[in-house]
Nanobody
Framework: QVQLVESGGGLVQAGNSLTLSCAAS????????MGWHRQAPGKQRELVAT???????NYADSVKGRFTISRDNAKNTVYLQTDSLKPDDTALYYC?????????WGQGTQVTVSS
């Protein structure tokens, strides 16, 4: 069983930055893939960014050039650096991890961007 805990969300003005963190814990060794999804009220959940253990990345078109995903494999932790935030980025951000062919989700951290 894997547990994921997100942190780093908050309320910021447009143009500012936040760093989100997600730490995995439990009886685990190494996690294959980690990343972030987000969901805003009235909208479907979408992929934001993902990163394999080997370092390959994938970003949503809406965040390319503004967000950067990274991870520390030894700590089983994934990060999301969010720059030039827009009101449209307001959402609940969920961390996920794939371990032994199962997908695990965190509870989410709220990011609110004011205009």
């Amino acid at each position: 069983q894997v547990q994921l805990v997100e942190s780093g969300g908050g309320l910021v003005q447009a143009g500012n930055s936040l760093t989100l963190s997600c730490a995995a814990s439990g009886n685990i060794f190494s996690i294959n893939n980690m990343g972030w999804h987000r969901q805003a009220p009235g909208k479907q959940r979408e992929l934001v960014a993902t990163m394999s253990r080997g370092g390959s990345t994938n970003y949503a078109d809406s965040v390319k050039g503004r967000f950067t995903i990274s991870r520390d494999n030894a700590k089983n932790t994934v990060y999301l650096q969010t720059d030039s935030l827009k009101p449209d980025d307001t959402a609940l951000y969920y961390c996920y991890a794939i371990y032994q062919s199962h997908v695990y989700w965190g509870q989410g951290t709220q990011v609110t961007v004011s205009s």
